[in-house]
Structures are given as structure tokens and as C-alpha cells.
């Protein structure tokens, strides 16, 4: 019936497209196609939620980032296109092919995963020796980092109370101990390293419940990216082991998957059937308390989580506005956006800065920053907002803007394809041991976020030296208690558990 549905949906996207081609003004007939293929996508993901759970938050926040504003535009009477006619299509077409080519990626990625024979989990299952001493290590440093990551969340708190949202944006400098910085950037990565090892309900729950905590500071500066991104990460992990979970029940009787309860069980949804509403309501209030204002719509929720998603739809302004501004983006010899923040490291991060006199592009809003390096999201709010830019606000970036902007259209095409498919394949993957479903983990934490940000900034990780130090660390730290422990206890005949 779902697939019934969805091929539905699908046969009303080319309807919406033949109705734009007959019309003078084709905008509503494009937004129609947009939503039906969205919608259809959706389907898809809710047929095999388990599964595809990270195809299904991604349609989340690229509705929220790029199609919130339209749609409830159009459905409140406003005429939601009126940035240029080529921009407003460009965005529209934008829309359509990665929607369409999201959906490709992902049914190659099914028909991959249903030729696995092996159940999801079970590859990191034999490795209990090294699970088990990387998941302690992993947790240690976690809560030893975590004390880091709060002490900088406390210092934005005290400077907020001084000071404006914006100023905060613009000006804000820590004035902490660098090592403070430095170990509080370990708390992610061990993070995911714990977290890969498996380890039971029980740990896993207050591991994660202080990573949501971690990003209050944030919140209430006025930042609501950070615990949004840590609340998905949190379902996103419980869905995939909850898959995991039913994918050993499947294939191995009485064994592990039947000792251990389902991730989400009765208790976890009806909780989130509470959170849900309430928690896009206080996220909705945010956009008033940051800047002192009254509440459009007084204290009605249903108002307040509509005006959200239109104020968090404002990145199709940007998309079509950012069309229209690529000529005019600043040209300093090679320049692509799409791998930006790996060029900006290597020519101007701190290794450079040490070994080859770079000069650092900063980390807030500047004319240096806005003319230079590989930037997008700070190149196009320099010439989009001018001396506004430089008082802190931005207009933020988009995957679609940043490939089209380096390999056009086709360039749009090849990144949807290759992320649906890495989207319905990454749970699977995830099983096959500890390492890759770090890796996969510390994609999760930053991926959602690309419909509004860079098109592979979730992938800078692997090039800093923080993550690779908490590599060594946990996992140096594991192979010297596996070698050292595991084997003697494994020979004295004592089952080591992985959680």
C-alpha cells in the first residue's frame, strides 16, 4: 500500500511539472512537483523506517531548511517566489533533481542491502575483545572532555548576558586556555567511538543524555543548530540499533538479540510523542527571546511551530538569491566550494599557520573571511548583506548552491545521487565493525545540516589533528587492554561482554 502510494505521488511530480511547462507563471505547478516528490521520498523512508532512518531525518531538515518557507507561503497567500524569475526556478529545479536523484541513490542502496545475507550487527558482535576495553577507553575520555565542552558552553553563557545575539556572532572570542578548546574537541569523537562498541541501553542512555546537555549553553545563547543536531543523532542512534536488533532476532533464535529488549520500546515512543510538539514550540519561541520581541501569534503552538518552520525555511531565499550572486563571487586563483573547508585547512589551518607562515582566516565574520579562501556561506553573505555581514549576521550556505556553484547542474545530480545511496547504506555498514561505524557516526553529527551548510564540511573531521588523537588514544588504549586482559581471560574460559 505504501509503495502504491509513493508511485502515486511520484505519477502527480510529473503532473506538477507538465502543469509549470503549460503556465505563464509556473511556480506553483514546480512548488506542487517539489512537495509530491518529497512526500514520495518520505514514503519511501517510512516503509523501512529502521533502515532508512537517515534517509528520513535528512528529508526532514531539507524541508524544514529550503521548503518550509514556500510551502507555507503558499498555502498562507503570499507571493512566496518573488526574488527573480531565474533564480526562483533555478531553486525549484534544484530542488526537483536532488529530490529525484536522492531517490535513485537510495533504491540502488536497497537493492545493495538486500543481498546481504548477514544481519545487520553481527560483524561487530566477533569483535568483543577490542569492543570491549575501545568502549571503556571511549567513555573515559568522554566524561573527562565533557568537563571541557561545558566549561566553554558556561563562558558563552556569561558573555550573552552582556551582550546581543548578534554581537555575540560577530565579536565573541574565548578567552579560556587553549587546551581547554583543545580537549573539549575530544568529547564528539569518543563519543562515537563508545557508542560504535555497542554498548548496552543502560550506558548508552546517560552517554547521550549529557551530549543533548552539552549544547543547553548553546541553546541558550540562542543557537538552536547544536542540540537539534545532538537530539537527532541521539533517535538516529537508537534507531539503528533498534534495526540491529531486529535483524538478530531474525537470524540467530535465542540468540543475543533475543536477551536484549528493543531500543525503542513503548517507554522511548510514547516520549517522543510528548517531546516532539513541545520541543519544536520552545524551538519556534527561540526565534522571539534571542532578540527581546513579542510572539507573532501569542502562545497558540500550532501558529508559533508553523512561523518556525517559515523562519527556518529562509534558506530558499538564499538558494535563489545565491544563484543570482555567483558571478559576482570573489575569484582568488583556485577556488571550489564544494571541498572548501578541506582546502581552507590545509592552506590556512593551524598546521599551515605553524609550518608555512599561513595567514588564519578567522572564525567569525570579516573581510578577510568574506575575500578570501574557500568559503562559501561567508563569500555570499558579504555580497548579499554588505556591512550587515560584518555586524554578524549571515545568510548561511547549501549543498545545492556549493556544487552547482563549482560543476553545475550535473554536479547536483552525481553529489544526490552518491548521498542517497550512502544514506540508506551507512545503518547496514555501520555493523561491519567498530571503526567504520565511528566514522559513519561522526558523519551523523554534522550531515543533516547540509541543505543550510557546506556540501562536505561533515566530512572535515578526518582532517584534524583532534580526531586523530582521540583515535590514537582510545584506540591505542584498547589494543594494550585487549592484548593485555582479553587474551587471558578468553583462554580461562570467561565470556567478555561488548556491553
Not at 267 to 279: D, R, S, T
Request: glycine letters at 10%; hydrophobic letters at 50%.
Amino acid at each position: 500500500m505504501a509503495a502504491l502510494i509513493r508511485y502515486g505521488l511520484i505519477f502527480l511530480t510529473f503532473g506538477g511539472g507538465f502543469q509549470a511547462l503549460a503556465a505563464e507563471l509556473p511556480y506553483s505547478g514546480m512548488l506542487f512537483a517539489v512537495v509530491c516528490l518529497w512526500l514520495a521520498n518520505m514514503m519511501y523512508a517510512l516503509e523501512k523506517l529502521r533502515e532508512r532512518i537517515l534517509f528520513f531525518w535528512f528529508h526532514v531538515t531539507l524541508f524544514t531548511f529550503l521548503m518550509g518557507r514556500p510551502v507555507i507561503g503558499a498555502l498562507q497567500g503570499e507571493l512566496w517566489w518573488d526574488y527573480g524569475h531565474e533564480n526562483v526556478m533555478f531553486a525549484l529545479t534544484a530542488l526537483l533533481l536532488t529530490l529525484g536523484f536522492l531517490q535513485l541513490g537510495a533504491l540502488f542502496g536497497s537493492q545493495w542491502s538486500l543481498r546481504q545475507k548477514e544481519a545487520a550487527g553481527w560483524g561487530l558482535e566477533e569483535q568483543k575483545g577490542f569492543c570491549y576495553y575501545f568502549g571503556w577507553v571511549s567513555q573515559i575520555v568522554f566524561y573527562i572532555s565533557l568537563v571541557f565542552t561545558f566549561m566553554l558552553g558556561m563562558e558563552k553563557v556569561v558573555y550573552i548576558q552582556d551582550h546581543t545575539y548578534y554581537e555575540y556572532f560577530s565579536d565573541f572570542k574565548s578567552q579560556l586556555p587553549y587546551v581547554v578548546y583543545e580537549l573539549s574537541t575530544l568529547t564528539k569523537y569518543s563519543l562515537c567511538f563508545f557508542l560504535a562498541c555497542l554498548p548496552k541501553k543502560s550506558r548508552a542512555f546517560p552517554v547521550l543524555a549529557l551530549y543533548v546537555l552539552s549544547a543547553v549553553p548553546e541553546l541558550i545563547v540562542g543557537e538552536r543548530n547544536p542540540i537539534v543536531l545532538n537530539v537527532i543523532f541521539a533517535l538516529s542512534y537508537y534507531v539503528i540499533r533498534d534495526f540491529f536488533w531486529a535483524e538478530r532476532a531474525q537470524h540467530a533464535e535465542g540468540g543475543p538479540a533475543e536477551q536484549e529488549k528493543p531500543w525503542l520500546g513503548v517507554l522511548e515512543k510514547g516520549a517522543l510523542i510528548l517531546a516532539v510538539p513541545l520541543g519544536l514550540v520552545l524551538l519556534g519561541a527561540m526565534n522571539y527571546l534571542r532578540e527581546g520581541q513579542g510572539m507573532e501569534g501569542g502562545l497558540n503552538p500550532i501558529a508559533v511551530i508553523a512561523d518556525l518552520f517559515y523562519k527556518q525555511g529562509v534558506s530558499f531565499r538564499w538558494l535563489a538569491l545565491g544563484y543570482g550572486a555567483i558571478p559576482f563571487l570573489p575569484h582568488n586563483g583556485f577556488t571550489n566550494y564544494t571541498f572548501g573547508s578541506f582546502i581552507d585547512y590545509f592552506c590556512n589551518g593551524s598546521i599551515a599557520q605553524k609550518f608555512f607562515g599561513a595567514v588564519s582566516l578567522g572564525s567569525s565574520n570579516s573581510l578577510l573571511k568574506a575575500q578570501y579562501g574557500n568559503n562559501f556561506s561567508h563569500h555570499l553573505s558579504y555580497i548579499l548583506l554588505g556591512d550587515e555581514y560584518l555586524a554578524g549576521h549571515g545568510c548561511g550556505s547549501s549543498y545545492l548552491l556549493e556544487v552547482f556553484a563549482d560543476y553545475g547542474y550535473l554536479g547536483i545530480v552525481v553529489f544526490s545521487l552518491i548521498l542517497g545511496l550512502f544514506l540508506v547504506c551507512a545503518p547496514r555498514l555501520a555493523g561491519k565493525n567498530a571503526v567504520l561505524f565511528s566514522i559513519i557516526l561522526l558523519c551523523m553529527t554534522n550531515l543533516f545540516l547540509i541543505p543550510r551548510a557546506e556540501a562536505t564540511g561533515f566530512l572535515q573531521f578526518v582532517l584534524t589533528m583532534q580526531f586523530w588523537a582521540a583515535f590514537v588514544i582510545c584506540c591505542g588504549g584498547a589494543l594494550i587492554l585487549s592484548h593485555r586482559f582479553y587474551k587471558r581471560k578468553y583462554t580461562a574460559g570467561q565470556a567478555v561482554s561488548i556491553r
